[in-house]
């Protein structure tokens, strides 16, 4: 059964640094891409990037790209999203999913921002 | 980037009716598209990948289709569990985008 279980819920103060997780089981992790998504509260999924475990090829939105670092440490099948300083606006939803069709998802990661 | 844009933003719906949700992207993705389903509280589930292909597991009530810039998905027979947010979002070219949901109501 493909699973991808993602690290709990994180309340962080603005300036803070943060790194969360997804453990991929179930299927050959460096076969599939692994994407991050945004759930602002009470807004829709923004995609944020991805990455291939494989090679570490990583691709990410403009949008994001310079906010976050995604990286993949394929030895514990484990993909990461990281803050290096974090602000009141980062507080969301982060979801991982497999494939660049998002057939499976993580069951989601709260992170509060808040001074 | 490319844009996806739903319509409705909202619908109204009774059990046992059949709704059709529109995708377009701003840019012709050939087949690339995938369709969600999103409950309050709950992490999104795959439903449809290429446009038109089921997830393994997704009833055959939910069907997809459509290619180049205009997408639909239809629901037939509503029963009160498919009352959710859908999304569309394209998975062509980098970076991918979401569509901005659809939030299918009980009327």
């Known amino acids: 059964e493909v699973q991808l279980v993602q690290s709990g819920a994180e309340v962080k103060k603005p300036g803070e640094s943060l790194k969360i997780s997804c453990k991929g089981s179930g299927y050959s992790f460096t076969s599939y891409w692994i994407g991050w998504v945004r759930q602002m509260p009470g807004k829709g999924l923004e995609w944020m990037g991805i990455?291939?475990?494989?090679?570490?090829?990583?691709r990410y939105s403009p949008s994001f790209h310079g906010q976050v670092t995604i990286s993949a440490d394929k030895s514990i099948s484990t993909a990461y999203l990281q803050w290096s300083s974090l602000r009141a606006s980062d507080t969301a939803i982060y979801y991982c999913a497999r494939s660049r069709t998002g057939d499976y998802w993580g069951q989601g990661t709260l992170v509060t921002v808040s001074s | 980037d490319i844009q996806m844009t739903q319509s409705p933003s909202s619908l109204s719906a009774s059990v046992g009716d059949r709704v059709t949700i529109t995708c377009r992207a701003s840019?012709?993705?050939?087949?690339?598209l995938a369709w969600f389903q999103q409950k309050p509280g709950k992490a999104p589930k795959s439903l449809i990948y290429?446009?038109?292909s089921l997830h393994s597991g997704v009833p055959s009530k939910f069907s997809g289709s459509g290619s180049g810039t205009d997408f639909t998905l239809t629901i037939s027979s509503l029963q009160p569990e498919d009352f959710a947010t859908y999304y569309c979002?394209?998975?062509?070219?980098?970076?991918?985008?979401f569509g901005q949901g659809t939030k299918l109501e009980i009327k």
């Open positions: 979002q394209h998975y062509d070219s980098y970076p991918y985008t």
């Open positions: 990455i291939y475990p494989g090679d570490s090829d990583t």
């Open positions: 840019q012709a993705i050939s087949n690339y």
């Open positions: 290429g446009a038109s």
